[in-house]
T-cell receptor, first 113, second 113 residues
């Protein structure tokens, strides 16, 4: 099994640009989670999906952030426009059952200049 | 609401020392408890878990016992190695957290040769 796949692994962009992060969950997993990790705020849950439907987006910081899951094997997290304070490592995780073990991807390190 | 409180870091030990990282929790029901580990540059991965009171989770020489009476799930290892240097997260899930896992703030562990 390839595990959770995220792309790109590193992204450097300038303030105001649109950023799209991508995630492929483990096949057969019904739940997909997006997290953000920073030194100051630690690990934060942004949004999660069950069977491609967004269930809880209360962690999305503001309207500049949006997430979609068009099918069971693909999800995107978009930031438009990006700001320097969005710089962080963004993780995608999937789970076969919501309250059980989550499998994390390697993360995307985003730097907004 | 549900929460996890874990020992502040960083923790620095010499190789072969005994390790304890404290974790206590607050939950409305009977949660499942987890320890995740994050190695440098990687995503989180499950280290061990316990699903009911008095269960002991173990993996890679690490152990943690689910103590309902003290609402604790402390992580221990008898003899740490340099390769154990990482950030350790205590976490819980139960019915009231929907399908989410609630993570602690993480404890950074550094092992000196």
């Amino acid at each position: 099994d390839a595990g959770v796949i995220q792309s790109p692994r590193h992204e450097v962009t300038e303030m105001g640009q649109e950023v799209t992060l991508r995630c492929k969950p483990i096949s057969g997993h019904d739940y997909l989670f997006w997290y953000r990790q920073t030194m100051m705020r630690g690990l934060e849950l942004l949004i999660y999906f069950n069977n491609n439907v967004p269930i809880d987006d209360s962690g999305m910081p503001e309207d500049r952030f949006s997430a979609k899951m068009p099918n069971a094997s693909f999800s995107t997290l978009k930031i438009q426009p990006s700001e320097p304070r969005d710089s962080a490592v963004y993780f995608c995780a999937s789970s076969p059952q919501g309250r059980d073990e989550q499998f994390f991807g390697p993360g995307t390190r985003l730097t907004v200049l | 609401g549900n929460s996890v409180t874990q020992m502040e870091g960083p923790v620095t030990l010499s190789e072969e020392a005994f390790l304890t990282i404290n974790c206590t929790y607050t939950a409305t029901g009977y949660p499942s408890l987890f320890w995740y580990v994050q190695y440098p540059g990687e995503g989180l991965q499950l280290l061990l878990k316990a699903t009911k009171a008095d269960d002991k989770g173990s993996n890679k020489g690490f152990e943690a016992t689910y103590r309902k009476e003290t609402t604790s799930f402390h992580l221990e290892k008898g003899s740490v190695q340099v390769s154990d240097s990482a950030v350790y997260f205590c976490a819980l899930s139960d019915w009231s957290s929907a399908s989410k896992i609630i993570f602690g703030s993480g404890t950074r562990l550094s092992i000196r040769p």
